[in-house]
T-cell receptor, first 113, second 111 residues
Framework: SQTIHQWPATLVQPVGSPLSLECTVEGTSNPNLYWYRQAAGRGLQLLFY??????ISSEVPQNLSASRPQDRQFILSSKKLLLSDSGFYLCAWTALGVRGETFFGQGTRLTVV | RKEVEQDPGPFNVPEGATVAFNCTYSNSASQSFFWYRQDCRKEPKLLMSVYSSGNEDGRFTAQLNRASQYISLLIRDSKLSDSATYLCVVNLNTGGFKTIFGAGTRLFVKA
């Protein structure tokens, strides 16, 4: 069965520090991968999606970047965090096929201080 | 206009009540539809797919109306544990696969 791992679960980082969040998927190949952010009490905001290795699409301009160095690995990064980068970050993958259900990692709660 | 719209609520209902959520989508090319549930400070999880003929899973019933471009979720005999945010999700395939999440409807079930 397919599983998705995302870490760390919580993170407190000072303003101006770098960020690296990692996500890996098991049990499937060539998944569509996503990074979402959710502010407190708000809906999901799509940040990046990837349909293959090295293929990254950005949905919104921001202080973040994403990379997909391997088929089942997706990384979210920042060189210098801002206070506004605080939020709940979710990695997700979409099942291939007609219906395309989305499955999420457990999320990383990032607080920039 | 948002691509997927939901009433944010909150819906406050007593245990045992029946509650219904609606969701509208704007793109007629939408192909597949889902309801997700998100508990506080947790990731969203798939609750159920929504099929054109309507489908039921225990106390939950989902309906799709393609002509009017809306989907619905009915929860019967509400339990305290049903308290959560319910997200409407639509998949598009318009030259590229795209998943769109509604902002969610909050439900509080009270004793």
């Amino acid at each position: 069965s397919q599983t998705i791992h995302q870490w760390p679960a919580t993170l407190v980082q000072p303003v101006g520090s770098p960020l690296s969040l990692e996500c890996t998927v098991e049990g499937t190949s060539n998944p569509n991968l996503y990074w979402y952010r959710q502010a407190a009490g708000r809906g999901l905001q799509l940040l990046f999606y990837s349909v293959g290795i090295g293929q990254i699409s950005s949905e919104v301009p921001q202080n973040l970047s994403a990379s997909r160095p391997q088929d089942r690995q997706f990384i979210l990064s920042s060189k210098k965090l801002l206070l506004s980068d605080s939020g709940f970050y979710l990695c997700a993958w979409t099942a291939l096929g007609v219906r395309g259900e989305t499955f999420f990692g457990q999320g990383t709660r990032l607080t920039v201080v | 206009r948002k691509e997927v719209e939901q009433d944010p609520g909150p819906f406050n209902v007593p245990e045992g009540a029946t509650v219904a959520f609606n969701c509208t989508y704007s793109n007629s090319a939408s192909q597949s539809f889902f309801w997700y549930r998100q508990d506080c400070r947790k990731e969203p999880k798939l609750l159920m797919s929504v099929y054109s003929s309507g489908n039921e899973d225990g106390r939950f019933t989902a309906q799709l109306n393609r002509a009017s471009q809306y989907i619905s979720l009915l929860i019967r005999d509400s339990k305290l544990s049903d308290s959560a945010t319910y997200l409407c999700v639509v998949n598009l395939n318009t030259g590229g696969f795209k998943t769109i999440f509604g902002a969610g409807t909050r439900l509080f079930v009270k004793a």
